[in-house]
């Protein structure tokens, strides 16, 4: 079991440009979340979503963000137009049910970097 | 509404016992979390405890629940420099509220 897979590590990206950021969560698990940190700051929760469904997106900024999870394929977490502001570390994260009973895994983070 | 508190800092000394305190605000949380954060990596889970639980011990590891006071606590005995890091605090009430986080500098 390979755990939480997240891609790219690292992401550099101009003003304006499209950032796609996937996670693939733990073989069995159907519920992801995403995270996002900013630098010297604790994790703040974005978007909880169940295959092909958006759960809680309580925390996704209005605009430019948006977050999929397909039958098929990882969870892509997409921010158009990207501003210096949206460089921060994303994380995701996988769950077996939505309890949290048997904990939540990590992903090792994409770190967004806006030049 | 979900609100998790952390101090930021706490240093002590190699081999002494680290104690990381957590206020909570959301008396339905059902499971209470900490995590560790080490420079420029994810989180790892250390330990959780059930809400009904007042306390739960992990090898060097002691979580004490004061459900009453929405208090929580990690105790590392005999702390050691690769412990230095950012630990979290979370509650669940269906995704994870984090606190802070609290770096802990471990001295030699």
């Known amino acids: 079991n390979a755990g939480v897979m997240q891609n790219p590590r690292h992401l550099v990206r101009r003003r304006g440009q499209e950032a796609r950021l996937r996670c693939s969560p733990m073989?069995?698990?159907?519920?992801v979340y995403w995270y996002r940190q900013l630098p010297e700051e604790g994790l703040k929760f974005m978007v909880y979503?169940?295959?092909?469904?958006?759960?809680?997106e309580s925390g996704m900024p209005k605009e430019r963000f948006s977050a999929e999870f397909p039958k098929e394929g990882p969870s892509i977490l997409r921010i158009q137009q990207v501003v210096r502001g949206d460089s921060a570390a994303y994380f995701c994260?996988?769950?077996?049910?939505?309890?949290?009973?048997?904990?939540?895994?990590f992903g090792s983070g994409t770190r967004l970097t806006v030049v | 509404g979900e609100d998790v508190e952390q101090s930021l800092f706490l240093s002590v000394r190699e081999g002494d016992s680290s104690v990381i305190n957590c206020t909570y605000t959301?008396?339905?949380?059902?499971?209470l979390y900490w995590y560790k954060q080490e420079p420029g990596a994810g989180l790892q889970l250390l330990t959780y405890?059930?809400?009904?639980?007042d306390m739960k011990q992990d090898q060097r590891l002691t979580v004490l629940l004061n459900k009453k006071d929405k208090h929580l606590s990690l105790r590392i005995a005999d702390t050691q420099t690769g412990d230095s890091a950012i630990y979290f605090c979370?509650?669940?009430?269906?995704?994870?509220?984090f606190g802070s986080g609290t770096q802990l500098t471990v001295l030699p």
């Open positions: 994260a996988s769950s077996l049910d939505r309890t949290g009973e048997y904990g939540y895994t």
């Open positions: 073989k069995g698990h159907s519920h």
């Open positions: 979503l169940q295959k092909e469904n958006i759960i809680d």
């Open positions: 959301d008396s339905s949380s059902t499971y």
């Open positions: 405890i059930f809400s009904n639980m």
């Open positions: 979370a509650e669940s009430i269906r995704k994870l509220t």
